[in-house]
């Protein structure tokens, strides 16, 4: 008996775990009924301000993990800390029978080692271009809680390293003078501050104690945004524990204050949460912030679950690992393949695919990450036309590829390329915009396209055929640019079969 109860709770347990995360892998619940939120939104779901239109436009950008978890690259004096840790730049934490002696100690001390010499800002910023990334998201501190610039609120930043210059403030201007906007990535969460505590502070002591944390926070968003004005918007983490949840008048309080101070800037939904602990959305099912941070190496399956809001989708080559990682032998990494069927995943679904890179201590991106950004930058140089400023199509998904939008164009990139060379689209019937011409981007030549009204009964599309040429040979995915147009009339198409 006692098992069973103890097996049914394990169960009970299992599935609140599943319904927590169930949020980013379906549909988004809404409650019944909507209830008074005090702490709820406070921009509407929708911006269409000139900064938020632009995020929406970028379609691809770069990560960029960076700090102290560079220098061991997921590995210490030869022993790998695969399994012994959540990822690379968690190292910190690494534990169990392979961890290094004393070894959250040696970490907290590698900021006296940090001296990246091939550290070149601009060749990075050179790089994102050349990839087609049009936005970049740097790491300014992370779980650690070491600061890339040098703040004024703790000692444990860059300026006391040996490197000792900004180097958030290189990044920043060697981005922004390629034209890349700047956002910055802020873990609120620290390992090792002392007025940190994951828990919710309850004695009087414990509630000093965090409210200096939290007085501390606020004063490093101030200093960062004021330091580096050009910044677009914050791309925030580490936000889940009890200690920041129960801070909601706070934390909404502080979103207010750093849009008054700084108009146009973008918040992700993963700031804050509401009165009764919902976070991203808040409990009536509202999005907590200007786009959706949810999508961590993971993407929706069906437009709908969207719900009409603005996100980023955030991606690691190896399988998890966002820092520096020396080694990827034996561990699947993405190919350019599958990070060019990943961006058009997400910009035909209204977001931005943002790819991560992690340079190890000299500052030099791994070899693997350089080989993706050229491969990356080669494609977007012919194809970034069905990437950029597009938006989702509004047709049925198709098996072949991804549609995307821009003003009368269509265009469908190909990945799965049919045997008979005859791309099939699928037009609802009554649409009043239909494929009227078909070319492809690599060359720009025209292809025929084909009415293929194929009269399945109850069918509630009609097709157009766009015919490739059979001697087109293409290593990647293509893309088919079409131009939309009215449909032929009744009478057009008698003419056409009299002819
Ligand atoms: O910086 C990279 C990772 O180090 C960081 N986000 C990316 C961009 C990251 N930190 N943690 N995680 C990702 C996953 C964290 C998962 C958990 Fe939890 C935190 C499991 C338990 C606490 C959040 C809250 C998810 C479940 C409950």
């Known amino acids: 008996m006692i098992k069973k109860i103890q097996i049914s709770l394990l169960c009970l347990c299992l599935l609140s775990i599943s319904v927590s995360y169930a ?21 509407p779901k929708n911006r269409t301000d000139e900064n938020m239109e632009r995020f929406r436009n970028y379609g691809l950008g770069q990560f960029i993990h960076w700090g102290l978890y560079a220098i061991p690259g997921n590995e210490w004096e030869g022993v790998s800390a695969r399994g012994g840790a959540a990822a690379s730049e968690w190292i910190r934490s690494w534990g169990g029978a392979t961890a290094p002696k004393d070894w959250k100690n040696t970490y907290d001390n590698l900021y006296k080692q940090f001296n990246p010499k091939d550290f070149d800002a601009k060749k990075w910023a050179k790089q994102a271009k050349d990839m087609g990334a049009r936005y970049m998201i740097f790491t300014t501190k992370h779980h650690d809680g070491f600061a890339m610039w ?21 990044i920043v201007d060697a981005y ?81 204050e750093l849009r008054t101070k700084f108009p146009g800037i973008i918040i992700g939904s993963r700031f804050r949460n509401d009165e009764f602990g919902k976070r991203h959305f808040d409990s009536n099912g509202d999005i907590l912030g200007d786009y959706e941070q949810g999508w961590e190496r993971k993407l929706p399956a069906e437009f709908e679950w969207l719900d009409g809001n603005t996100w980023d989708c ?34 035909s679904m209204n977001g931005n695919l943002v790819l991560n890179f992690g340079p190890d ?16 930058g080669e494609w977007m140089k012919v194809n970034s036309e069905a990437v950029y400023d597009v938006r989702h199509a509004g047709l049925s998904p198709s098996k072949l590829g991804y549609f995307t939008r821009k003003e009368n164009n269509l265009y469908l990139t190909v990945f799965n390329r049919p045997v008979n060379n005859i791309v099939r689209i699928a037009v609802p019937k009554k649409s009043t915009e239909v494929p009227k011409t078909a070319k492809l981007l690599v060359d720009s030549k025209e292809l025929k396209v084909v009415h293929s009204d194929i009269g399945l009964d109850l069918d509630q599309s009609t097709y157009y055929d766009v015919v490739l040429p059979e001697n087109f040979n293409a290593k990647k995915a293509f893309v088919i640019k079409m131009e939309l147009g009215a449909p032929k009339t009744a009478a057009e198409k008698l003419m056409d079969a009299k002819m």
């Not at 040098?150 to 290189?170: C, M």
């Not at 501390?216 to 677009?232: D, G, W």
């Open 314 to 347: 955030v991606m690691t080559v190896p399988p998890n690992g966002w820092g520096y990682m020396k080694d990827w032998s034996g561990l699947y990494t993405k190919t350019s393949d599958d990070l060019i069927d990943m961006l058009m995943h997400c910009v």
């Open 361 to 376: 201590g000299n500052g030099k991106m791994h070899p693997g990450e350089d080989i993706l950004a050229k491969e990356i």
């Open 23 to 43: 949020q980013w892998t379906g549909p988004k619940r809404k409650p019944a009924q909507r209830i008074e939120v005090k702490y709820g939104p406070i921009t």
């Open 176 to 256: 922004t003078a390629e034209g890349i906007d700047v956002y910055l990535y802020f873990s609120v969460l620290e390992w090792n501050n002392p007025n940190y505590m994951g828990a919710e502070p309850k004695t009087p002591e414990e509630k000093e104690k965090f409210q200096k944390f939290l007085d501390y926070t606020r004063n490093q968003l101030l200093e960062l945004l004021t330091n580096y004005p050009q910044t677009k918007g914050l791309w925030f983490d580490g936000t889940w524990d009890k200690s920041w949840i129960m801070a909601y008048e706070f934390t909404y309080n502080l979103e207010k």
């Open 150 to 170: 040098p703040t004024k609120y703790s000692d444990y930043n860059i300026s006391k390293t040996p490197y000792k210059k900004d180097v958030t403030k290189e």
